[in-house]
């Protein structure tokens, strides 16, 4: 009987220690809530969806597209990923997604948006992982670290692969 009580013990120590490593790394790691903004007018000719999530590599990058793109006429509307599925609305000449990847799969809102965006020749996606070497399937993404010496990189890259997709005024 002694013996079955400290095995159970152990047993219950474990949990609560993975339990709270888990609670630890949640609050860690989590992505926060990305500030929703609007730059440029809805009247503008051309339309530049970026949606992204709360991170000080991720706002870095969302800062120096909205720089490169504000003196255009160009409607730049920033969404946090978890907004995506509230997100109806086809006119977008470009959409610019930044998410993570969690317990090893895309961030969910992101990816179901991915998958069920009609025109995938008009999404620019930037995945951030640990090792920086994962992208959501059947995407030309690009993937990152989330390494401050990587912005400027990663920044030019999404304004290159954009800078296309808002030359043309046709939604």
Known sequence: MQRFRKSVLIVL???????????????????????????????????????????????????????????????????????????FETSWNAVFIMHTWENWEPQEDAASFIKNWDDKSKLVVLATSGDGGYVIEGIDGISAASLPEQVDAKSKEVIDRLKPLLSSTAP
């Open 13 to 87: 120590i474990i949990v609560i220690a993975l339990f709270a490593f888990l609670t630890w790394y949640k609050f860690k790691y989590a992505m926060d809530i990305a500030e929703a903004r609007e730059i440029n007018t809805a009247s503008a000719p051309i339309h530049l969806l970026i949606a992204t999530q709360g991170s000080d590599f991720k706002e870095q990058i969302v800062e120096r597209v909205i720089n490169e793109f504000k003196s255009d006429s160009i409607y730049i509307k920033v969404i946090d990923v978890t907004s995506l599925p509230d997100l």
